[in-house]
């Protein structure tokens, strides 16, 4: 019942009015536009289309008036406000209440927690300040300890120099000593493996002058076998593309074969229902005037 009344044009205690009579002509029946369209020889109006044109009159001006009375009796029963409207209202308070209650709940809760980081605060400041003095005390402990420590550091590091300078003294002179005897050696080292190595390019030079002969043959036949080859390789692709160019066009003969013949009983099938349908058709405008009633 209220989403009719929603959906109708009943707002706010305003009820429509019934229909009037000049929605359906009197002297013209329901089908009179259907009459129109249709040929003259097959329809024609009789007494009988316009008993039910007063009769369809009759059916809406009925549900005109039970419609308006409908309306009136939902206005007096409900009232302005409907009942949908009535309990959104109450949804909507109590809402409001639980809203005030889970608010006043909150405050208290919000009050408490602050106590707490109050009481939280406090005693990190009281930990806080006793971990600076016990700290104090150890960087003053701390600071004395390594006093002393630098202080032995600084003698031990004057024994060490003194000790280094006196070893670097004697590493000095045996140095010199051992560089001049490695001197002598690498020169020694040098000559003799220039006289090997000279021996030795003279004999490679001879050895690369014989095999440089030796390769300008092998490459002259290397060349020759290569030729051959490739012109046996190309004798055997030429005929190969041959058989494959004789394959192709025996191939796409087939094809334009196969299309005519496919294309042939397709414009014979075409042919054929074409025959048909014109034979349909005639037989058709055979039957129609047999088919009109007088």
């Known amino acids: 019942m209220e989403k009719k009344i929603d959906s109708r044009s009943f707002r706010d205690g305003v009820v429509k009015k019934p229909c009037s009579r000049k929605a359906l002509p009197l002297n013209r029946s329901a089908f009179s536009g259907v009459q129109k369209g249709s040929p003259r020889s097959c329809y024609s109006s009789t007494p009988a289309s316009h008993s039910w044109t007063r009769h369809r009159l009759r059916e809406l001006r009925s549900r005109c008036v ?163 080859q490739a012109w046996s390789r190309w004798q055997e692709q030429l005929l190969n593309r041959r058989r494959e160019s004789w394959k192709v066009v025996t191939a796409v003969r087939h094809h334009q074969r196969w299309q005519k013949q496919r294309s042939w009983k397709a414009w014979l099938e075409y042919l054929h229902i074409c025959r048909v349908k014109r034979r349909q058709s005639a037989a058709s405008q055979v039957l129609e005037p047999l088919a009109v009633p007088n």
């Open 66 to 228: 039970a419609r308006k009375f409908l309306y009136l009796w939902i206005r007096m029963t409900f009232g302005r406000v409907t009942p949908s409207r009535a309990r959104l209202f109450h949804e909507q308070r109590i809402l409001q209440k639980v809203f005030g209650e889970w608010r006043e709940e909150w405050w208290v809760s919000q009050r408490e927690w602050k106590l707490c980081v109050r009481a939280d605060c406090h005693y990190r400041y009281y930990l806080y300040s006793l971990m600076f003095k016990s700290w104090k005390t150890f960087v003053h402990q701390q600071q004395e300890l390594r006093k002393g420590l630098q202080r032995a550091e600084r003698h031990d590091t004057k024994q060490k120099i003194r000790q280094a300078w006196k070893s670097w003294l004697i590493y000095m002179v045996a140095r010199r000593t051992k560089r001049q005897m490695q001197n002598t050696a690498l020169e020694f080292r040098r000559q003799s493996v220039l006289r090997f190595w000279w021996r030795k390019w003279r004999w490679r030079l001879g050895q690369a002058h014989a095999d440089r002969a030796l390769l300008a043959a092998a490459v002259k036949h290397r060349a020759l076998s290569l030729q051959l």
